[in-house]
């Protein structure tokens, strides 16, 4: 399965996106399809598989949290040895049921003997589904330290407010708005760059029809917080010839006017 995290919800309409971990492109999902608890939140990991659908979108199949999926593993192991269990009871009464009066006894010791035989095979899908349990904890483990080793690249001084004589021009009066406003326009360095300057899919429809490829996005960081945030500036043409703002992950824009 993949993974990623939740960085769109639109509860209304009961669909939303998914920031895929080392992949551009989102992953569109809807209610019917996910296996979560409620309420669904932005920010939230998860795992999910995606097919893509005649118009070559990316779809989610199924959307669950990260504990779920662990469990789940090994419940699936516990069921295959309760499963293996119960069949090997049915064979022993089967066999017990032919054996006639004169050997119960007989039957009895052998049907003893297999019990003294079940207990190492026990034993064994125990510890499978405890290295099963602990793989899938381990594999999120290394998600969560991935998504750390992703946070935001220091800005050098070089481009900061203060330095920069483009950026004392304020467009909204929003230090980290304009910044970012000042970075799009000399070409970076970006705080995620990894995902600032992707393509924007316009999926919401808020922005004027375009051919693929005329919006990028990029990241507006948010003070106080330890991911991307909701903030984010989309701008259309190749170099950019018109700017709009979202607060809110692409609910509502706003147009910049930018010289």
Request: charged fraction near 20%; glycine fraction near 6%; charge should be neutral.
């Amino acid at each position: 399965m993949q993974s990623g995290e939740i960085k769109h919800w639109n509860s209304d309409k009961g669909y939303g996106f998914i920031d895929v971990d080392d992949q551009s492109e989102d992953v569109f999902f809807h209610i019917s399809k996910a296996r979560m608890p409620q309420p669904i939140t932005v920010g939230q990991r998860v795992y999910f598989n995606s097919e893509r659908n005649d118009k070559n979108q990316l779809r989610a199949t199924e959307v669950t949290p990260a504990s779920l999926s662990i469990q789940e593993s090994g419940n699936t192991d516990n069921t295959r040895s309760t499963s293996y269990n119960a069949n090997q009871n049915d064979s022993r009464q089967n066999n017990s049921i032919k054996n006639n009066n004169s050997r119960k006894n007989t039957g009895r010791n052998t049907r003893n003997q297999r019990q003294n035989k079940k207990s190492p095979l026990s034993t064994l899908f125990s510890l499978i589904a405890i290295i099963a349990v602990a793989f899938y904890f381990f594999d999120d483990l290394q998600s969560t330290l991935f998504a750390d080793s992703t946070e935001p690249t220091t800005i050098p001084q070089t481009y900061s407010d203060n330095s920069n004589p483009a950026s004392s021009s304020a467009v909204t009066g929003d230090a980290q708005i304009d910044q970012t406003i000042t970075l799009i326009k000399q070409g970076g360095p970006f705080p995620y760059p990894n995902k600032d300057g992707t393509t924007f899919y316009n999926r919401e429809g808020q922005l004027p029809t375009q051919s693929t490829g005329y919006y990028r996005e990029y990241t507006v960081p948010t003070p106080g917080i330890s991911h991307r945030g909701a903030r984010r500036i989309v701008t259309g043409g190749n170099p950019p010839t018109v700017y709009y703002l979202t607060v809110d992950h692409y609910d509502s824009f706003r147009k910049l006017d930018v010289k």
